[in-house]
């Protein structure tokens, strides 16, 4: 089992950063050409995310750990 951390500053609000995260998560903001996201439940914690990457080939799960809202989002 592997783990990643990733972390990054701004100045944006933090509603500007949840908007964003909460549109990939449940794929309202689709890339043409890109990765697909799909929202298994409600945002909300014991939920996951499907990715499934360009191409087609490889699918993704990740689990929603926690969420605070305009906070914090741990998967």
Same mark, same amino acid.
């Given at each position: ?23 990939? /998560? &449940?794929?309202?903001?689709?890339? +043409? @050409? $890109? !990765? ?10 014991? /939920? &996951?995310?499907?990715?499934?990457? +360009? @191409? $087609? !080939? ?18």
């Amino acid at each position: 089992m592997w783990t990643t951390s990733y972390a990054a500053e701004t100045d944006l609000p933090p509603e500007a950063i949840w908007d964003a995260l909460h549109k990939w /998560s &449940t794929g309202i903001v689709p890339q +043409a @050409g $890109g !990765d697909r996201h799909e929202l298994n439940g409600e945002f909300a914690a014991g /939920s &996951t995310i499907t990715s499934t990457l +360009a @191409g $087609g !080939d490889t699918t993704l799960t990740t689990d929603i750990l926690s969420v605070v809202e305009n906070r914090m989002l741990a998967a």
